[in-house]
Antibody, heavy 122, light 107 residues
Framework: EVQLVESGGGLAQPGGSLRLSCVAS????????MSWVRQVPGRGLEWVSS????????YYADSVKGRFAISRDNSKNTLYLQTDSLRAEDTAVYYC???????????????WGQGTLVTVSS | EIVLTQSPATLSLSPGERATLSCRAS??????LVWYQQKVGQAPRLLIY???DRATGIPARFSGSGSGTDFTLTISSLEAEDFAVYYC?????????FGGGTKVEIK
């Protein structure tokens, strides 16, 4: 059974940082591209970042480029999102999501975690 | 960036009725259009990918159609568990983008 469990969310001050984690199980993590998608409560979905299975391919949304960094540790089956220089508009639930296909970096998500809430406020 | 526009924003229907949801892209996405369902308090669920392929475990009452810039998600006969928000998303090019969603509510 595929499972994605996020953690690391919480309250951060504007300009602060948080490191989000997503522990994966039930599939061959190192072969799967992964992504972060966020959602302001009550609003729509916004793609944040994606990373290939090897970590060599990475994409970011313009809204987070230069402030957020996606990475992965395939030995730990864990995906990360380092969020720096946080702004109020980064407040959202952050989901990690698994790509349907092995060995391809694309945006087609067949499993999602339960999300972790990031609140940026002073 | 490809902009996806979903309509209507809200669809008020009764169980058993047919639901037709639209997603229009600002430029061609070929067939790389995905549909998700999201219920309150839950993560999105993959329904349809590449315009018309149903994901594993998705009932046959859900179907997708279209190509290029105009896409449709059809629910042939609404069941109680189908009342939710539906999002389209394109995977044709980066950045990935989502539509604003269509809420299917009980009339």
């Amino acid at each position: 059974e595929v499972q994605l469990v996020e953690s690391g969310g919480g309250l951060a001050q504007p300009g602060g940082s948080l490191r989000l984690s997503c522990v994966a199980s039930g599939f061959t993590f190192s072969r799967c591209a992964m992504s972060w998608v966020r959602q302001v409560p009550g609003r729509g979905l916004e793609w944040v970042s994606s990373i290939s299975g090897s970590g060599s391919g990475i994409y970011y949304a313009d809204s987070v480029k230069g402030r957020f960094a996606i990475s992965r540790d395939n030995s730990k089956n864990t995906l990360y999102l380092q969020t720096d220089s946080l702004r109020a508009e980064d407040t959202a639930v952050y989901y990690c999501a698994k790509v349907l296909y092995y060995d391809i970096l694309t945006g087609l998500f067949d499993y999602w975690g339960q999300g972790t809430l990031v609140t940026v406020s002073s | 960036e490809i902009v996806l526009t979903q309509s209507p924003a809200t669809l008020s229907l009764s169980p058993g009725e047919r639901a037709t949801l639209s997603c229009r892209a600002s430029q061609s996405v070929s067939s790389y259009l995905v549909w998700y369902q999201q219920k309150v308090g839950q993560a999105p669920r993959l329904l349809i990918y590449d315009a018309f392929d149903r994901a594993t475990g998705i009932p046959a009452r859900f179907s997708g159609s279209g190509s290029g810039t105009d896409f449709t998600l059809t629910i042939s006969s609404l069941e109680a568990e189908d009342f939710a928000v539906y999002y389209c998303q394109q995977r044709r090019s980066w950045p990935l983008t989502f539509g604003g969603g269509t809420k299917v509510e009980i009339k």
